[in-house]
């Protein structure tokens, strides 16, 4: 075993999330292990977090928004060296040789990961992943704005460009959360017309021009108990829903998601799919 490092771990089905030390393992030859500066909270780590099959055995850890720097690598690993920016999304690894992965199609690998389920999540001091896992991250880019990139970002970015709206048309991003703000911004820079739906309680909290690429049009209107899933969090006068075990952690980054344009895709419940392409 490897020096012990510090994790998020539930070690029981609905446990609570407690900062724990666990033994880091020696590399296999196709894995690298990452040193991690930021790690998202997405929608789906409530289920992780859940952890149905965790046990005293069987520690579960969240977290697939990791952004890092590469520590260590296997000896079979070719492509990565120590000190390496990286950032490690939804997608954790695949076979390499299934008729899915020699099309190109890893993601539906029946034998694909992801980080939290397959193995140890990123809400932790490192993560090990296979060689295969990480992306790039350039050097202009802040590894805390880098993390959600990998399952936010790909998804509202993705949500964008196979919108199949024509250049210079419009796009409407549905819900101005921590995945539409990001879609905001991928439309504008894409060079589409770019129109934000959001709440007007959520509106008149955004000052003109907060998001680069849209203006402020609010257009008052009272809450509704029933909404569009991908604003239920803003638009909705329901109750909220019941906490979650690790609602209260603040992750080890020290910074919030109110204190910077990033996307801490938290339990907002804001669709991943809230893009759509409007005909002029």
């Given at each position: 075993?490897?020096d012990?490092?510090?994790?998020?771990?539930v070690?029981?089905?609905?446990?609570p999330?407690?900062?724990s030390?666990?033994?880091?393992?020696p590399?296999?030859?196709h894995?690298v292990?990452?040193?991690v500066?930021?790690?998202?909270?997405?929608h789906a780590?409530i289920?992780?977090?859940s952890?149905?099959?965790?046990?005293?055995?069987?520690?579960?850890?969240?977290?697939h928004?990791v952004?890092?720097?590469?520590?260590?690598?296997?000896?079979r690993?070719?492509?990565?060296?120590?000190?390496?920016?990286?950032a490690?999304g939804?997608?954790?690894?695949?076979?390499g040789?299934?008729?899915?992965c020699?099309?190109?199609?890893?993601?539906?690998?029946?034998?694909?990961k992801?980080?939290?389920?397959s193995?140890p999540?990123?809400?932790?001091q490192s993560?090990t992943?296979?060689a295969?896992?990480?992306?790039?991250?350039p050097?202009?880019l802040?590894l805390?704005?880098?993390?959600?990139?990998?399952?936010?970002g790909?998804?509202?970015f993705?949500?964008?460009?196979?919108?199949?709206?024509?250049t210079?048309?419009?796009?409407?991003v549905f819900?101005?959360?921590?995945?539409?703000h990001?879609?905001?911004?991928f439309?504008?820079?894409l060079?589409?017309?770019?129109v934000?739906v959001?709440?007007?309680?959520t509106?008149?909290?955004?000052?003109?021009n907060s998001v680069?690429?849209?203006?402020?049009?609010?257009?008052?209107?009272p809450?509704v108990?029933?909404?569009l899933?991908?604003?239920?969090?803003t638009?909705?006068?329901?109750?909220?829903p019941?906490?979650?075990?690790?609602a209260n952690?603040s992750?080890?980054?020290?910074r919030?998601?109110?204190?910077?344009?990033?996307?801490w895709a938290t339990a907002?419940?804001?669709?991943?799919?809230?893009?759509?392409?409007?005909?002029a």
């Amino acid at each position: 075993m490897s020096d012990p490092t510090v994790a998020m771990v539930v070690t029981e089905p609905d446990g609570p999330l407690v900062a724990s030390a666990v033994d880091t393992v020696p590399l296999e030859g196709h894995q690298v292990r990452v040193s991690v500066q930021a790690s998202g909270v997405c929608h789906a780590d409530i289920g992780t977090a859940s952890a149905p099959k965790a046990g005293r055995d069987t520690l579960v850890t969240p977290g697939h928004e990791v952004a890092g720097v590469i520590a260590e690598v296997g000896d079979r690993v070719r492509g990565w060296t120590v000190g390496e920016r990286v950032a490690v999304g939804w997608f954790g690894g695949s076979c390499g040789h299934c008729v899915f992965c020699r099309d190109g199609d890893v993601v539906h690998c029946p034998e694909r990961k992801v980080p939290g389920l397959s193995y140890p999540g990123g809400w932790a001091q490192s993560i090990t992943v296979p060689a295969d896992a990480p992306a790039r991250v350039p050097d202009g880019l802040d590894l805390f704005d880098a993390a959600v990139f990998g399952c936010t970002g790909v998804t509202t970015f993705n949500a964008v460009r196979n919108a199949g709206t024509r250049t210079g048309g419009r796009v409407a991003v549905f819900g101005l959360g921590g995945l539409g703000h990001l879609a905001v911004q991928f439309a504008e820079k894409l060079g589409y017309e770019t129109v934000a739906v959001a709440a007007a309680t959520t509106a008149r909290n955004w000052p003109a021009n907060s998001v680069p690429g849209t203006t402020s049009t609010a257009r008052a209107r009272p809450p509704v108990r029933h909404s569009l899933p991908s604003a239920a969090s803003t638009t909705s006068s329901a109750p909220p829903p019941p906490p979650t075990p690790w609602a209260n952690w603040s992750p080890a980054c020290g910074r919030t998601a109110g204190s910077r344009w990033w996307a801490w895709a938290t339990a907002s419940y804001v669709s991943r799919w809230a893009c759509w392409s409007v005909r002029a």
